[in-house]
């Protein structure tokens, strides 16, 4: 039995002709998954296959950008080239995505710096520490690193930060950080590196406007709280 191909199905059920016809938005995620793959296996379409591997993530995308080439491998019909398709055009969504929020680097409220920021550090399994530097517009001059895979004071080196905002001539700062256990409750320590920053910056006259911690859905904004 040969497996199920595209050019098998009903005109109906090709994915490719719908986009041809219909266009991209017409298209299931499923849909979208199978023309990636081409084929399903003995059993299933690959539009069953990609339901079936949608289904096993609660059909969240961003989800299935987590999984590994062997974790998508396992699946049925699917081989290590299929599997790093996938992968690979799910990372260029996301570089699309953020390409798109650092069109519009300007800081308007905390939803703002939480588009920018989300591509970057809301799905990572580890924790990060990033700071944006803003003119007197509140333009975003650059954003950078400051801490991976964990966030104190001693790991957070505060005298770099300020470095390079002097560096920039970067009136004001936005810290942030992910937590990856999706809580965006803010913790002892960070409310600590807060005041730590805020304090420094008082200093050199480089204002902290904000704190976001941010998780895969959702942020805390230290300033819409009250807590700066």
């Not at 991209?24 to 081409?38: R, V």
């Not at 400051?146 to 560096?167: C, H, N, P, W, Y």
């Not at 600590?192 to 304090?199: A, F, G, R, V």
Request: glycine share 6%.
């Amino acid at each position: 039995m040969e497996k199920l191909t595209i050019k098998s199905w009903a005109l109906d059920d090709r994915p490719r002709e719908k986009l041809l016809g219909k266009g991209k938005t017409t298209l299931s995620d499923a849909e979208l998954i199978a023309i990636l793959i081409g084929s399903g296996n003995r059993e299933e379409t690959a539009v069953a296959l990609s339901k079936r591997i949608l289904k096993s993530v609660e059909g969240n995308i961003n989800n299935l950008a987590k999984l590994s080439v062997k974790k998508l491998s396992s699946f049925k019909g699917i081989g290590e080239a299929k599997a790093i398709a996938i992968i690979t055009a799910l990372e260029l969504g996301k570089r699309r995505q953020l390409e798109i929020a650092l069109k519009k680097p300007k800081i308007t409220s905390s939803k703002a710096v939480f588009n920018i920021m989300q591509p970057l550090i809301g799905d990572l399994e580890h924790e990060e520490f990033w700071v944006l530097f803003l003119n007197n517009s509140n333009k975003v001059l650059a954003k950078s690193q400051m801490s991976k895979g964990g966030l104190t004071a001693t790991l957070v080196d505060i005298r770099v930060l300020f470095k390079q905002a002097l560096e920039m001539a970067s009136v004001a700062i936005i810290i942030c950080h992910n937590h990856p256990s999706g809580k965006i409750t803010p913790s002892n320590a960070d409310k600590e590196l807060t005041k730590k920053i805020k304090t420094a910056g008082l200093t050199l006259d480089i204002r902290l406007l904000d704190h976001l911690i941010i998780t895969e859905k959702c942020y805390f904004s230290f300033a819409d709280e009250n807590q700066l």
